[in-house]
């Protein structure tokens, strides 16, 4: 992966490829619509003061995520600058947001495939910046290329290998807090884009015991305790949820359990994923043009992974516990039948109304595993629903719960790292429409509010008096669309971000 240093050299003398400098948008100027950001003041006076007017020239705006390119000045290292746009100027003196540096970083490093090292010369005010621009660069710089002739992304990068080492510069490179934050980002970082990898590697090569095994090789890597309990040990837990949704599959199910754990914990935290490593659907399958990208439908499981093995290598105080509940959704001899009945791990029975509902099928259980270790909050994250892309759209995720503070804190925190995020409620009247004349409760209710449904359905499956919420992460999970900020095509690693705060959080002892 690309490497993240500080230094302290001036941007002139940094032996690099490029320099990355910042212009915003400032519509309340004389001058001109563009402004040259600080943290690039050397470039601006290598230029005569006049790097602006030169842009302007190249027709650069200031607009998010804009890149021009232009020969360095003489007497730099780096034969070339490259202005990276930062949308509107904040207001006079305020700084600028975490994000919008995250992503024009991003937008670089992504402009910069192909080259070794480059220098960033963003607008950072404070470590909470060293570390915006951090993140957003190693997140933009990612690639997924182990599939392509000589290990390229040559449809994203014209077969150009990712930025090598990303430098940010700065006078205050060699303070701890900016220290701490490169270390933290590069964790991050690294844990995401290797999310990311598990989303984009396709299903006949990632089924449920291929990630079991990679979250095996992790926990001895990273020191974690993890139990996975095959298709055998399924059948003698009871899990009917897990087991029904694998059925129908050549590659059987199955639940992983990832626990880190710190000595100085107060609070536990459970994380449970939906990690469905193909969605065809099963006996009520999809349709063409439906199931191309539902490799993606384990991507909650690939956030809760990361989630927990970034959360030991930060060495939070707190004890994570992750749940996979993996599982290929296929259609066969052996699969579940529309009408089935199934009998979960909870105890309650499922009459099967829809086979392609296989989502809250296996989470029911997971959630119900989870539960019985009584942790402080149970957090689901799921590709569960297309009614949730219908609703927020395709980078937005929807936060249920059952406590509404707690939903909100979540929605705070994905605030917080930049992932958007939006409440959405729990109507109690939809319960009903869940009813099955055979079984305790159907997997399908009500088509109106789809999402809503789902998340009801889940709720039954959570231990009594246990704080839970689920993230229905369908819109954000995999970037169809081209590239943006630090957002690839494919796999996006949501949810990670969040969670990973969430966990700092509990430790400090500020999540309820
Ligand atoms: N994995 C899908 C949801 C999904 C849709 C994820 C689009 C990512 C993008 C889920 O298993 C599913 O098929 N849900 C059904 C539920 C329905 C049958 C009640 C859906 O949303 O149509
Ligand atoms: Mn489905
Ligand atoms: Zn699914």
């Not at 910046?129 to 957003?136: C, F, K, S």
């Not at 449809?155 to 701890?176: C, I």
């Not at 880190?260 to 994923?273: C, F, I, R």
């Not at 384990?298 to 993996?326: I, Q």
Request: net charge negative.
């Amino acid at each position: 992966m690309t490497a993240l240093t500080l230094s302290t050299t001036a941007a002139p003398g940094l032996r690099a490829d490029a320099i990355v400098v910042g212009v915003a948008k400032d519509s309340g100027s004389k001058s001109g619509d563009l402004v040259v950001a600080p943290g690039a003041e050397s470039v601006d006076e290598a230029y005569d003061g006049k790097l602006a007017d030169v842009l302007g020239t190249l027709g650069a705006s200031g607009a998010e995520g804009e890149v021009t390119k232009l020969p360095a000045p003489s007497g730099f290292k780096a034969p070339l600058v490259l202005a990276v746009g930062l949308g509107p100027r904040p207001e006079k003196d305020a700084g600028y947001e975490a994000e919008a540096l995250r992503r024009a970083a991003g937008a670089a490093a992504r402009a910069l495939a192909g080259t070794k090292t480059a220098g960033f010369a963003l607008p950072v005010a404070d470590a909470a910046g060293t570390a915006a621009v951090g993140e957003g660069a190693l997140l933009g710089a990612y690639s997924f290329d182990v599939y392509k002739e000589n290990g390229k992304d040559a449809d994203s990068r014209d077969g150009k290998a990712p930025l090598g080492e990303a430098v940010l510069l700065g006078s205050n490179a060699g303070d701890e807090a900016h220290k701490a934050a490169v270390k933290r980002a590069t964790a991050l970082a690294e844990e995401l884009n290797r999310a990311r990898d598990l989303i984009n590697t396709p299903p006949n090569d990632l089924n449920p015991a291929a990630f079991a095994a990679v979250a095996e090789g992790a926990a001895e890597e990273h020191g974690l305790k993890v139990q996975v309990l095959d298709e055998k040990a399924l059948a003698k837990g009871g899990y009917g949820g897990i087991l029904g949704v694998g059925s129908g599959s050549a590659a059987a199910p199955r639940l992983v359990k990832l626990s880190y754990t710190s000595p100085k914990a107060k609070k536990h935290l459970a994380l449970v994923g939906k990690g469905i490593t193909y969605d065809s659907g099963g006996i009520s399958l999809k349709p063409a043009g439906h199931n191309e990208t539902m490799k993606c439908d384990m991507s909650g499981a690939a956030a809760v992974f990361a989630a927990v093995v970034a959360a030991a290598r930060l060495g939070l105080e707190v004890n994570v516990t992750g749940w996979l509940a993996l599982a290929e959704n296929m259609p066969s001899g052996s699969a579940t039948r529309p009408g089935d009945v199934l009998r979960m791990f909870s105890g309650k029975t499922v009459e099967v109304l829809n086979t392609d509902a296989e989502g809250r099928l296996v989470l029911a259980d997971a959630l119900w595993a989870a539960s019985q270790e009584k942790p402080d909050a149970i957090v689901d994250v799921a590709t569960l629903t297309g009614a949730m892309v219908l609703a927020l759209g395709s980078r937005t995720f929807g936060i249920m719960a059952n406590d509404d503070a707690f939903r909100s804190a979540i929605h705070e925190a994905a605030e917080e790292v930049g992932e958007e995020a939006w409440p959405m409620p729990l109507p109690e009247h939809l319960l009903k429409g869940m009813d099955s004349p055979t079984a305790d409760l159907a997997n399908m209710g009500e088509r109106m509010g789809g999402g809503l449904v789902a998340g009801l359905f889940l709720r039954e499956f959570v231990g009594e008096g246990i704080t839970w919420a689920h993230l229905d992460i369908a819109g954000p999970a995999f970037n169809e669309s081209g590239p943006f900020g630090y957002t690839p095509k494919g796999g996006t690693g949501s949810a990670v971000r969040t969670l990973v705060r969430l966990a700092e959080l509990a430790a400090s002892g500020d999540l309820g």
